[in-house]
């Protein structure tokens, strides 16, 4: 397996510009989990999945962050407008959950830059 | 609340000498555990987990940990410590015994090896 996909790698962008970022996520897991993590606050979750249906979204931290899951292999994180104060490493990662499986498997994230 | 806390930030360890990582967490029942390693610029990847069963478990690259009910702690140990294992690692519970796959992180603990 490919493991968790996410792109791009890197994004450096202006304040204000939208951004979109990209996930698809191990074949056959159930669960997809938004993370950022910056220096400050280390890793936060924003959000996660289940059977593509959103679960818990406390952690988006304004209005400015949307997540959709349209389907069991693709989501995406859009932030719009961007502000620098969102500049992170974004990663995305997929568990099956339920009992005996729920080790969560990480993309190796993307690193934003807002200017 | 469930939480986890790693009170250690960071560590330094000469190469060669043992290395043992603190981790405790905060859960009523049996909690699902578990330990994640960063190298720089990468994504978590798991290093070893705790469902049930024998207290002592293995896992990759040498590590392993010990569950301890009784002193709600999960702490990780290496008898030799490898240049390589320079990283940072977070401890991890997982939230409502994992009946949706979301998972509690602590803050890390940096290590670095002296050689």
């Known amino acids: 397996d490919a493991g968790v996909i996410q792109s791009p790698r890197h994004e450096v962008t202006e304040m204000g510009q939208e951004v979109t970022l990209r996930c698809k996520p191990i074949s056959g897991h159930n669960s997809l989990f938004w993370y950022r993590q910056t220096m400050m606050r280390g890793l936060e979750l924003l959000i996660y999945f289940n059977n593509n249906v959103p679960i818990d979204d406390s952690g988006m931290p304004e209005d400015r962050f949307s997540a959709k899951m349209p389907n069991a292999s693709f989501s995406t994180l859009k932030i719009q407008p961007s502000e620098p104060r969102d500049s992170a490493v974004y990663f995305c990662?997929?568990?099956?959950?339920?009992?005996?499986?729920?080790?969560?498997?990480f993309g190796p994230g993307t690193r934003l830059t807002v200017t | 609340a469930q939480s986890v806390t790693q009170p250690d930030i960071h560590i330094t360890v000469s190469e060669g000498a043992s290395l043992e990582l603190r981790c405790n967490y905060s859960?009523?029942?049996?909690?699902?555990l578990f330990w994640y390693v960063q190298s720089p610029g990468q994504g978590l990847q798991l290093l070893l987990k705790?469902?049930?069963?024998?207290?002592l478990v293995q896992g990759i690259k040498g590590f392993e940990a010990e569950f301890k009910r009784s002193q709600s702690s999960f702490n990780l140990r290496k008898p030799s410590v490898h240049w390589s294992d320079a990283a940072e690692y977070f401890c991890?519970?997982?939230?409502?015994?994992?009946?949706?796959?979301?998972?509690?992180f602590g803050k890390g603990t940096k290590l670095s090896v002296k050689p």
């Open positions: 990662a997929s568990s099956l959950a339920g009992l005996g499986g729920h080790e969560q498997y």
């Open positions: 991890a519970v997982a939230r409502y015994g994992g009946s949706q796959g979301n998972l509690i």
């Open positions: 705790y469902f049930s069963g024998d207290t």
């Open positions: 859960y009523g029942a049996t909690p699902y």
